[in-house]
C-alpha cells in the first residue's frame, strides 16, 4: 500500500504563499468543465514578494510548490514574464473561472488578461500541443494505445487555441464537448479518428490565425507599469510599517 504524503515542511517560501498570495485559482479538469469522480483539484496562485526582499543576496523564489498537495505559485514578476511569452499554462490560469481568492492587486493583474493575449498564442500552444502529440503516438507505437486523458486534454487544448484565435477570447469551460472528450478519456474513441480531429482543429487554428482578432504582440509597456506600480507600493508600505511612530 503507497504511504500518504506528507504535507509540505513550514518553511520561508511557503510563508510567502500563505501571507502574500495575491490570486488563486483551481484548475485542470475542474476549470475546463471535465472533472469526474475522483478528479484532482489541481490549485495555482500568484504570490507578491516583498520588494525589500530583492534587495539581498539570496532572492525569493521564483515559484514554490505547496503547502497544499496539489498547489502551485509564481512569484508576481515571473508570472508576468511567463503570460507575456504566451505559455498555455499560464494565460489559462489567468482566466480560470474557479477563483478561490484574490486581493486588490490579483484584481489589476486579472484587469491586465487582455493585455497579455496576441496572435504569439497561435505559436505557443501549436508548440505545446505538437510536443504532447508525439508522445501520444510514441505511446501508440510502444504500448498500442495513448494514454487516453493527456488525448482527451490535448484535443481540448487545440479547440481552445482555435477559438482563442477565432475570437480573441480565452474560454476554459469545455461546453458541450463534454461529453465527446470523456469518451476519448475513457478509450472509446479510435485513435486513427482521434489523430483525424487532432489534424482538424491544427488546420483550423492555422486559418484563425491568419485573420485573428488578437494583436501581434501583447502590451508589455501595460504590463511593466503595473509590476513597476505594485514593486512600489510594497516598498512604501515596507517603509512605513518601519518607520517610528
Given at each position: 500500500m503507497q504511504s500518504p504524503r506528507r504535507p509540505k515542511a513550514p518553511g520561508p517560501d511557503l510563508d510567502l504563499v500563505r501571507e502574500h498570495t495575491v490570486y488563486a485559482c483551481v484548475m485542470g479538469s475542474r476549470a475546463f468543465g471535465l472533472a469526474t469522480d475522483?478528479?484532482?483539484?489541481?490549485?495555482r496562485g500568484v504570490f507578491l514578494a516583498p520588494t525589500p526582499l530583492f534587495w539581498r543576496?539570496?532572492?525569493?523564489?521564483?515559484?514554490?510548490?505547496?503547502?497544499?498537495?496539489?498547489q502551485f505559485s509564481w512569484e508576481l514578476e515571473r508570472f508576468c514574464e511567463l503570460a507575456l511569452r504566451a505559455n498555455p499554462n499560464i494565460l489559462e490560469c489567468l482566466h480560470s473561472p474557479l477563483v478561490e481568492h484574490v486581493t486588490d492587486t490579483g484584481r489589476e493583474l486579472l484587469a491586465l488578461r487582455d493585455a497579455f493575449l496576441s496572435r504569439r498564442t497561435h505559436l505557443t500552444f501549436a508548440g505545446y500541443a505538437h510536443g504532447q502529440h508525439k508522445k501520444l503516438q510514441d505511446d501508440v507505437r510502444l504500448h498500442g494505445a495513448p494514454r487516453w486523458k493527456h488525448a482527451m486534454h490535448l484535443l481540448r487544448l487545440l479547440t481552445s487555441c482555435r477559438d482563442l484565435l477565432r475570437t480573441g477570447r480565452l474560454t476554459l469551460d469545455v461546453g458541450d464537448q463534454r461529453e465527446p472528450l470523456l469518451a476519448v478519456k475513457r478509450g472509446e474513441v479510435p485513435w486513427s479518428e482521434i489523430e483525424s480531429w487532432m489534424g482538424r482543429l491544427t488546420r483550423e487554428a492555422d486559418t484563425a490565425a491568419t485573420r485573428s482578432p488578437?494583436?501581434?504582440?501583447?502590451?508589455?509597456?501595460?504590463?511593466?507599469?503595473?509590476?513597476f506600480r505594485v514593486r512600489r507600493g510594497s516598498a512604501l508600505a515596507q517603509e512605513s510599517q518601519s518607520a517610528p511612530s
Amino acid at each position: 500500500m503507497q504511504s500518504p504524503r506528507r504535507p509540505k515542511a513550514p518553511g520561508p517560501d511557503l510563508d510567502l504563499v500563505r501571507e502574500h498570495t495575491v490570486y488563486a485559482c483551481v484548475m485542470g479538469s475542474r476549470a475546463f468543465g471535465l472533472a469526474t469522480d475522483g478528479s484532482d483539484t489541481d490549485r495555482r496562485g500568484v504570490f507578491l514578494a516583498p520588494t525589500p526582499l530583492f534587495w539581498r543576496f539570496e532572492k525569493p523564489p521564483t515559484h514554490v510548490e505547496g503547502p497544499a498537495e496539489e498547489q502551485f505559485s509564481w512569484e508576481l514578476e515571473r508570472f508576468c514574464e511567463l503570460a507575456l511569452r504566451a505559455n498555455p499554462n499560464i494565460l489559462e490560469c489567468l482566466h480560470s473561472p474557479l477563483v478561490e481568492h484574490v486581493t486588490d492587486t490579483g484584481r489589476e493583474l486579472l484587469a491586465l488578461r487582455d493585455a497579455f493575449l496576441s496572435r504569439r498564442t497561435h505559436l505557443t500552444f501549436a508548440g505545446y500541443a505538437h510536443g504532447q502529440h508525439k508522445k501520444l503516438q510514441d505511446d501508440v507505437r510502444l504500448h498500442g494505445a495513448p494514454r487516453w486523458k493527456h488525448a482527451m486534454h490535448l484535443l481540448r487544448l487545440l479547440t481552445s487555441c482555435r477559438d482563442l484565435l477565432r475570437t480573441g477570447r480565452l474560454t476554459l469551460d469545455v461546453g458541450d464537448q463534454r461529453e465527446p472528450l470523456l469518451a476519448v478519456k475513457r478509450g472509446e474513441v479510435p485513435w486513427s479518428e482521434i489523430e483525424s480531429w487532432m489534424g482538424r482543429l491544427t488546420r483550423e487554428a492555422d486559418t484563425a490565425a491568419t485573420r485573428s482578432p488578437l494583436p501581434a504582440e501583447p502590451d508589455r509597456e501595460r504590463v511593466a507599469d503595473f509590476l513597476f506600480r505594485v514593486r512600489r507600493g510594497s516598498a512604501l508600505a515596507q517603509e512605513s510599517q518601519s518607520a517610528p511612530s
